[in-house]
């Protein structure tokens, strides 16, 4: 048997705690993780770059590089660095459709086009990235301008907590918008890392 190949994934930080979990729990031991700002949702054009940095950074030291995120707002210019580069990432246009799968998320979009979507990272750092990362804290007549459209805040949980389900409350009514729970889990991100172990497996045999 040869030895361990490890897989080095390259994370948005909003997905970092959730890939360790799934490390942890899976006992992915030859798993690396290594991750982008989380702010980058705000800056999605940035997201191509960096990612091929970190590809080209890394790529002397594993047989193989997965790379944790959707399109998040690149319009497909991630994929095309990912094409050049040989790499694989999640399925989907954002983390909100590989949670909840792509045929639930697309009934969430028909019933209600202007939907607000938070994760549980998202939900923790709503302050930070929300109201703060948008101005809002210090300039409340920006509410409107960026929210303005939106009818629904959906909370799309990968753990279940009683505290997230108050806490998604809570922001919904600071956005002045409805609410509504879903618990995802990890959806496809769990299979997608699993999918990724399985290829440095059949290195080792």
């Not at 030895?3 to 080095?8: E, F, G, I, S, W």
């Not at 942890?24 to 054009?45: F, G, I, K, Y």
Request: aromatic content about 10%; overall charge negative; some cysteine.
């Amino acid at each position: 048997m040869t030895a361990v190949a490890n897989t080095l994934v390259i994370a948005c930080g909003a997905l970092g705690r959730e890939i360790v979990a799934l490390r942890s729990a899976n006992q992915w031991t030859h798993m690396d993780v290594t991750c982008l700002p989380a702010e980058l949702h705000n800056r999605p054009e940035k997201i191509p770059g960096l990612v091929r940095e970190k590809i080209q950074h890394f790529k002397p030291r594993y047989k193989h590089i997965f790379v944790a995120y959707a399109d998040c707002g690149t319009g497909g210019l991630l994929d095309a660095v990912l094409k050049e580069e040989q790499v694989e990432r999640i399925p989907g246009a954002h983390c909100y459709e590989f949670y909840a799968g792509s045929a639930v998320f697309e009934k969430l979009c028909d019933d209600e086009i202007g939907s607000f979507y938070l994760t549980d990272f998202l939900l923790r750092h709503f302050d930070r990235l929300i109201m703060h990362g948008l101005g809002i804290d210090k300039h409340p007549e920006l509410l409107p301008v960026y929210f303005g459209n939106y009818k629904k805040l959906v909370y799309l949980a990968q753990v279940a907590s009683s505290e997230g389900v108050s806490l998604g409350q809570r922001a919904a009514d600071r956005l002045g918008l409805s609410f509504e729970y879903r618990l995802t889990g990890y959806g496809a991100l769990d299979s997608s890392l699993s999918n990724a172990n399985e290829k440095v497996i059949q290195w080792q045999n």
